[in-house]
């Protein structure tokens, strides 16, 4: 039974990629700082404790588990967050990834080789001047989230130039109704499902003309599984190549919910804003959809369908 260590295991994608691989057969081991099972976590994924930022024992955990792949999901994961906290961000989202690429390195070598999936983002493309972005546009981060990414994603090739099995893909947004109500998706999804209740009175956000290219979370974390069986490494971008305003998001949300006179309960507030901000992010997956078969189950309208869906039957 092939071994699998992902760290992020606790959130929204690492515990769809959990899911998936348990599935496959694959023996799942998670790396967490928490000593409790997120009920996220399917109860067969072994959990180590271990914070990412603890070198020497995450480097512990890797040589323990010996994982045949490990996925690193593990980061912090808000944008706007990345702007308060720019050296924890570096840290998890940059030196912890070097740390687990040398650990995973240093392990005995078997049969075609370890391999490392890197969960990379859009985000290192920051304000691409081509649209859709593809493995080639130039890495240009617009935030300290997007270049502790692209850190990473870098750093990653230079270790499978240097013979490590190791990818970066290229995750564009992607959305469930385990997407926690930081990104902007779930908030409008649960807040119009609240103000259908009754319990919310507006939607108060920030900007609504950037656009973004939304997938479905499930999708791509049967895109990082893809690429962690492949017996070739590369860069991936992973997309549905239909990019939507914040604004298209929020009408179909209350479309979604039967609601047509929303305009009224939605409010601007600059808190929201960011001091800057990708206009348009859209991702061309060719290079995947060929080389692994890959293909999105669902698009824009099919997220903001399931997401309200489901916070109307929840919250
Ligand atoms: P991100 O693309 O990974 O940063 O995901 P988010 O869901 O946090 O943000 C997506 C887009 O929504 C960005 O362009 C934000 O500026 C925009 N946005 C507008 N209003 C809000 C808001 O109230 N919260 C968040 N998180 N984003 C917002």
Redesign the pocket.
């Known amino acids: 039974m092939p071994v699998a260590l992902l760290t992020g295991v606790s959130g929204q994608t690492g515990s769809y990629l959990a899911e998936n691989l348990l599935a496959r057969g694959w023996d799942v081991h998670g790396i967490q700082r928490e000593d409790s099972r997120d009920p996220l976590v399917p109860a067969a994924v072994r959990l180590h404790q271990a914070d990412l930022a603890d070198f020497s024992t995450t480097a512990e955990v890797v040589a323990e588990v010996s994982p045949d792949t490990l996925w690193n999901l593990a980061a912090l994961?808000?944008?706007?967050a990345s702007w308060n906290r720019p050296l924890e961000t570096s840290l998890l989202n940059g030196a912890a990834v070097a740390n687990l690429l040398q650990a995973v390195d240093g392990l005995p070598s078997i049969p075609g080789g370890r391999g490392f999936v890197q969960a990379a983002?859009?985000?290192i493309f920051g304000s691409a001047d081509v649209s859709p972005q593809t493995e080639s546009t130039p890495i240009r981060p617009v935030n300290p989230?997007g270049a502790s990414k692209a850190y990473a994603h870098v750093l990653v090739g230079a270790y499978r130039a240097a013979g490590l099995r190791a990818s970066s893909v290229v995750l564009y947004?992607h959305e469930s109704p385990r997407r926690p109500e930081?990104?902007?998706?779930r908030?409008i999804t649960a807040g119009v499902a609240r103000i259908v209740r009754g319990t919310q009175s507006e939607l108060?956000?920030?900007?609504?003309d950037?656009k973004?290219d939304w997938g479905w979370a499930p999708d791509y974390a049967e895109a990082l599984a893809l690429v962690g069986l492949s017996p070739t490494a590369d860069d991936y971008v992973v997309a549905t190549g239909e990019s939507h305003t914040?604004e298209e998001f929020v009408a179909a949300a209350f479309s979604a919910a039967g609601v047509t006179d929303w305009q009224d309960l939605v409010r601007i507030?600059p808190a929201?804003?960011?001091p800057t901000?990708?206009v348009e992010?859209r991702g061309d997956s060719t290079r995947i959809r060929h080389a692994l078969g890959w293909n999105p189950t669902l698009a824009f309208s099919g997220v903001v369908e399931a997401m309200v869906k489901h916070d109307l039957s929840t919250s």
């Open positions: 994961s808000s944008v706007a983002s859009a985000e989230y947004n930081a990104f902007v998706t908030k108060v956000l920030g900007n609504l950037a973004r914040i507030d929201f804003v960011r901000d990708a992010m």
